[in-house]
């Protein structure tokens, strides 16, 4: 992406600038601690040499001839070969000198104006002064005579020039090994960001984020749950359908065997291809797993684990036979109709025109009542459609399905899918209609509001009530009082369709007899608290 700087150059940069920065300021304060100490390691020479000097018994009697400086000069030269100083001179106390590196300056003052802390004070010191030969460091130390007097003296000294080069000699090697440890701190900073590079898979951060966002979004809208397990079997992502089938669950806080008892963890690592259309159960719901191993440098360090309840599976079977059904159920109504249509032809070709007139009527007004209420009172087209394909099936297995007059229902909210309303009143319907099959004058009601905060619907029959023993089971997976393979699933559907809903159902015999299911949905996705069963 243009203008943004890439991880490896601000890192590369970022570890360059620290050890330049770091090695310059270590350098510069090992430099002045340098030359501080070689200035004093070569003044604390130079005031030795000349303490010494002054007490050897040859130049303190040379003080008590008559011309001293013909003893002293030849010493000096001779010693002044021994001590490595730049120049050694003997005065006496009014500075005239005695010994000089220049033979012509000796009989001369000496230069500088810093004998008197030795002449008068008695004092050896170090001085830094400009003398005859230029800027020197110079150790100073009086001549003590024979009788405890100061008859002069001695000053050793290394000139400034040469004290600079010597410090510079060795600031040059600091500066070499400053230079070393740059260059091997700007190659550990290349092999770092190379790895960390490699590390990322070439990846920037601003890229990493992108991903994490897309990956995010992807588990967040798929519906299958979606886990990923290591090595040793622990959960280190679930996504929200996971945790839902799970129980609410967060990452790290279960195990793979905790949420699948009956897989062995190690067929999810050891196979190749990984497990396909696997059926076990999760929470005490039935569901379908599918896992693919993750690879690392030819190794396996885990798996992604897919499953699916098999109820949502079998609520799209459910939603396609319903559908399927209303197609059916439609054209029972128009062979219902037809039947009727050659009655009322018979009747008019033997002449019975009140009876035909009568069949009319009656006809008539039940359908339009029906519609009506149907489409004038239910504003919902899911809803009409429903009810409408149930009404032909009702009437084809002889029994009426009434339609509440006061019924009074505006277009559902749009959070509610036409797929929810199709199982929650497609079920009841066809289980009401079953309920009275075959017995004679067999009734099922229909109703549906939506004052107040929930949609309520309800739907009875005047069938056979339901037993308190088998009122607690009715919800149960694969419960059925039909006791016939492949049946249950229907009330169990509805039940998880209105807990996906924030709804509620309710169960009731009728004191007539029959029995009257009540289902109440928040019309507002915000009144969210499950009422429960």
Known sequence: MKGKVSLQTKILVLII?????????????????????TKKEIGEKALESANVITRLPTLINAFYTEQPEQIIQPL????????????????????????????????????????????????AYISEA??????????????????????????????????????????????????AVNLIGILGGILLTRNIRKDTMGLEPYEIAGLFRERDAILSSVHEGIIAVNQKGEISLMNNSAKKLAGSCEEGTLSFEQMFPHIDRNRIIEEANGLKNIETTVNERNVIVNSTTMMEDEEVVGAVVSFRDKTDLKELVNTLSEVRKYSEDLRAQTHEYTNKLYVISGLLQLGNFDEAIELIQTESEITKNQNRILFEQIKDPTIQAIVLGKIGLASENKIDLIIEPNCNLDKVPDFIEPAQLITIIGNLLDNAIEAVKGIPHGRVVFSA?????????EVSNNGEIIPDNIMMQLFQRGFSTKQKQGRGYGLSIVKDTL?????????????????????????????????GV
């Open 76 to 123: 000096i030269e001779e010693i002044i070969q021994y001590t490595g100083a730049e120049f050694i001179v003997v005065g006496n106390t009014d500075s005239i000198r005695y010994a000089h590196p220049d033979p012509n300056k000796i009989g001369e003052k000496m230069v500088g104006g810093d004998n008197d802390q030795a002449l008068i004070h008695g004092e």
């Open 130 to 179: 400009v003398g005859s030969l230029g800027p020197s460091l110079r150790g100073k130390a009086p001549i003590i005579g024979m009788n405890g007097e100061i008859v002069g003296i001695v000053s050793v000294g290394f000139m400034i020039q040469d004290i600079q080069s010597i410090i510079y000699k060795r600031l040059l090697k600091i500066s070499q090994t400053s230079l």
């Open 449 to 457: 509001t939506d004052l107040g905060n929930d949609i309520v619907v």
């Open 499 to 531: 807990d996906d809903l924030n709804g509620q159902i309710i169960v009731q015999n009728q004191p007539i007899g029959g029995v009257v299911f009540s289902i109440f949905i928040p019309k507002y996705q915000h009144l969210s608290e499950k009422k």
């Open 17 to 37: 600038s620290l050890v330049v920065m770091i090695t310059l300021l270590l350098t510069g304060i090992f430099s002045y601690y340098e030359f501080n100490d």
